[in-house]
């Protein structure tokens, strides 16, 4: 069965300090990857995604993440972290049996000015 | 081009009633999906309607069900209520099944529902 771990549950940067959240996955054929981020109150926004291809992918708001097959991860990052980034972040894989996301626990982020 | 829109936004309810939530997808979207969101269990699947027809369903009790109109439009509903059906139910609609092809899906801003 597929999964996404989030190891960090909460994690506080600095404003203008670099950003990197962790994923890994277990899911049994080439799998989808996708990070949402989640502000309170609100539904969920995609920020990036990967299919195949090149491994580094970039997505809005400034972001990118990496592919690591051999590591099963696919992390975050952000080189210089704004105050309005303070959100909740999902890593997500999929599909599965149609369009059905398996998500991970999410990692609070906090901005400190 | 509108996106997500689920109704109502906030409910509240007392144990052992039922509830429907509602969810109208982006226009030209056939598949809407449904999620629970809690504190403790995180986001979890509860199932998938693409052109009227359940294709998946999650791990829940059948006191969970849902169903999908000729527009496109779902709505899910939840009978006997519990404590524990506290969440933030989010929809998220697909112009395609996932099957074949893959297309991104679009959240909604979620009901949240609150039992008492």
């Known amino acids: 069965a597929q999964s996404v771990t989030q190891p960090d549950i909460h994690i506080t940067v600095s404003e203008g300090a670099s950003l990197e959240l962790r994923c890994n996955y277990s899911y049994g054929a080439t799998p989808y990857l996708f990070w949402y981020v989640q502000s309170p109150g609100q539904g969920l926004q995609l920020l990036l995604k990967y299919f195949s291809g090149d491994t580094l992918v970039q997505g809005i708001k400034g972001f990118e993440a990496e592919f690591k097959r051999s590591q099963s991860s696919f992390n975050l990052r952000k080189p210089s972290v704004h105050w309005s980034d303070a959100a909740e972040y999902f890593c997500?894989?999929?599909?599965?049996?149609?369009?059905?996301?398996?998500f991970g626990g999410g990692t609070r982020l906090m901005v400190k000015p | 081009k509108a996106g997500v829109t689920q109704t109502p936004r906030y409910l509240i309810k007392t144990r052992g009633q039922q509830v429907t939530l509602s969810c109208s997808p982006i226009?030209?979207?056939?598949?809407v999906s449904w999620y629970q969101q809690t504190p403790g269990q995180g986001l979890q699947f509860l199932f998938e309607y693409f052109s009227e027809t359940q294709r998946n369903k999650g791990n829940f009790p059948g006191r969970f069900s849902g169903r999908q109109f000729s527009n496109s439009r779902s709505e899910m509903n939840v009978s006997t209520l519990e404590l524990g059906d506290s969440a933030l139910y989010l929809c998220?609609?697909?112009?395609?099944?996932?099957?074949?092809?893959?297309?991104?899906?679009?959240f909604g801003p979620g009901t949240r529902l609150t039992v008492l």
């Open positions: 998220a609609s697909s112009s395609t099944s996932g099957r074949n092809v893959y297309n991104e899906q679009f």
């Open positions: 997500a894989v999929g599909p599965y049996a149609g369009n059905m996301l398996t």
């Open positions: 226009s030209g979207h056939r598949s």
